[in-house]
């Protein structure tokens, strides 16, 4: 079987067409087309580089969006991979242990993948012929996915993952922060164009943020989206100007980075001041930064990550990721206590 990459991902939504002008006016998404023509669907296609982005919302309780959006919320509900024979590689995968769900086969919790030709997707809408003068072209690629699964069903995942798909684990940590700690674990296509990062709460330890992710989306779930670009310090200032929240870092991590690297591409000054991380591997740099969420349940955010020669995914900084949104956290139970 030969995946090829992300063709685009698909989220099952609420309402398609407030979310689309969500992710238009704050990202910069360029609307494509929809889907208006079936009973049971509504769908909105957006593209950005080479990033496609389907917001499907249910018009009958017997779409599967309408039972995802009542257990989860929105989210991300499918990933769709690109291969030249699509009907080949269902069968293929059949064979080698997947199920299918609908249309789809599974994946973890409740989100699945379907195969298709590469940028099928593109010519299954109902094209727009609108200008869309609020159209960036900042973001290039989905670079990796960030999923939360539950205690015990790291390793299955993995080897789900390994046998159905024939991807590789490529990567593996175990992360304390304080009294929370968590294992992750990723793997990648042999194309290397499709990275899902998997995450577990260690249960040995205190209840953390991944125990909270799994009990407000009930269940595991993709826990954020990573775009890709290649000016990162531009994509960050021009995302705040429209509206696009970070999470912010402590000044000490940037106090710190002259003990741990001899050189940094982007000046240090503008990654304070960005609240940017910047980790190295022996390929070179990459620089990323995460948004805050606005999901009622908290549950979904994106990151903006910018790599120059780099192959991992910024291990050093998932501890400051992790500080960060425990920053966040406590912030938002202090206010609501003065409340």
Not at 1 to 14: L, P, R
Request: aromatic share 8%.
């Amino acid at each position: 079987m030969h995946v090829q990459a992300i063709d685009h991902v698909e989220f099952y939504v609420g309402d398609a067409d407030e979310v689309a002008a969500t992710l238009r006016a704050q990202y910069g998404f360029r609307l494509h087309g929809w889907v208006r023509d079936q009973p049971d669907h509504y769908s909105v296609l957006l593209r950005q580089g080479s990033i496609h982005v389907l917001l499907t919302s249910a018009r009958a309780d017997t779409h599967p969006a309408a039972a995802y959006v009542a257990a989860h919320g929105d989210g991300l509900a499918t990933v769709a991979l690109s291969t030249d024979d699509p009907a080949a590689a269902l069968a293929e995968a059949l064979t080698r242990g997947a199920t299918e769900d609908g249309t789809r086969i599974t994946g973890f919790g409740d989100v699945g993948h379907v195969f298709v030709s590469p940028g099928a997707i593109l010519s299954t809408v109902e094209l727009a012929d609108e200008v869309d003068d609020t159209a960036l072209d900042l973001l290039d690629a989905v670079d990796h996915i960030a999923a939360c699964v539950g205690p015990g069903e790291l390793d299955p995942t993995v080897e789900y993952y390994e046998q159905v798909l024939g991807f590789k684990q490529i990567f593996e940590e175990h992360i304390e922060v304080g009294g929370q700690a968590m294992n992750s674990k990723v793997v990648q296509s042999v194309s290397k164009e499709v990275t899902l990062t998997l995450l577990e709460p260690d249960t040995t330890a205190e209840p953390g943020q991944i125990d909270d992710f799994l009990a407000a989306h009930h269940g595991p779930g993709v826990q954020h989206l990573a775009f890709r670009t290649d000016d990162i310090a531009t994509a960050v200032r021009t995302l705040r100007e429209r509206g696009v929240g970070f999470l912010s870092t402590p000044g000490s991590y940037y106090d710190a980075l002259a003990e741990r690297f001899d050189h940094v591409a982007v000046p240090v000054e503008q990654l304070r001041e960005l609240s940017i991380l910047v980790d190295q591997d022996n390929e070179g740099e990459l620089f990323q930064i995460f948004t805050q969420t606005t999901h009622p349940r908290r549950t979904l955010f994106f990151e903006v990550i910018e790599r120059l020669g780099a192959l991992t995914f910024g291990s050093a900084n998932i501890k400051a990721l992790y500080q960060a949104v425990e920053r966040e956290r406590n912030g938002e139970n202090a206010r609501g206590a003065a409340q």
